[in-house]
């Protein structure tokens, strides 16, 4: 599910370049107003994971497809397969290697401030969280970089990071630290905005053969 959570982060957003902008809460709010005006986006990414209770490191990477309100998916294809797709209803995740389908509700809105608000319209970077600028290891030379902090307490991540493009304001990168002490990073690129994506691109059919979890109970 931290895939899930993580990727559900993901934002493509426009308005002119940032200028001598030196104000983080500032930036925060022309980074949202250019969300405003992005309908649907699409392209690949690669996302890396380290840290956490296990101490772990790994990089996947794949494509993403995302619609407003709440439409998204992302297909993982290095280095396994999986997908996570939802219609604006129910998020599904699916597990190629486990052949297993999990079931869940699409986020609400109130459900806390977690990454998947952002992908559902339903938060705004100015006004739920806390900017400041920081550097963030991992993001790509020039990028200007913010750190969010929920103002609301979330119970999974502690803040979150994105860097945006200097003079389009595209999000190319985006961190989350999680409460286990691990960061999960996206970087993003060919970013393609407001094209035309049917909503068929984000209905799921159940394979036949797999498990299927849905709120705790098991069927095939």
């Known amino acids: 599910m931290r895939s899930l959570l993580v990727a559900t982060a993901v934002l493509a957003l426009t308005l002119p ?18 969300y405003r005006t992005i309908r649907n986006f699409e392209g690949t990414f690669v996302q890396t994971y380290e840290g956490g209770v296990l101490r772990t490191k ?5 494509t993403l ?15 396994e397969r999986k997908e ?5 209803t129910r998020v599904y995740t699916y597990l190629v290697a ?10 609400g809105p109130d459900d806390a401030t977690t990454p998947a608000l952002f992908l559902a319209g339903r938060a ?19 990028l200007r970089t913010l750190k969010l902090v929920p103002r609301k307490p ?5 803040w979150f990071g994105i860097g945006v493009d200097a003079t389009t304001l595209q999000i190319r990168y985006l961190v989350a630290a999680d409460r286990q002490g691990g960061k999960s990073a996206f970087n993003l ?13 984000f209905q799921f059919r159940i394979p036949r053969g797999v498990d299927v979890v849905t709120n705790g109970a098991r069927s095939r």
Not at 84 to 88: A, E, M, Q
Not at 98 to 107: E, F, G, H, N
Not at 125 to 130: K, L, M, N, Y
């Open 154 to 158: 979330d119970p999974d991540y502690e």
């Open 189 to 201: 690129s060919n970013l393609k905005e407001n094209q035309r994506l049917a909503d068929n691109t």
């Open 98 to 107: 486990d052949k297993q389908v999990i079931v869940s509700p699409a986020p």
């Open 84 to 88: 996570f797709v939802s219609d604006g």
């Open 65 to 79: 497809a995302v619609k407003q309100p709440g439409l998204f998916r992302f297909v993982y294809t290095r280095p």
């Open 124 to 142: 705004d970077i100015a006004r739920d969280f806390t900017a400041e600028f920081t550097d963030l290891p991992g993001a790509a030379q020039g």
């Open 58 to 62: 790994t990089t996947e990477s794949g």
């Open 17 to 34: 370049g940032l200028g001598q902008t030196t104000d983080a809460a500032a930036l925060a709010e022309r980074v949202q107003a250019r």
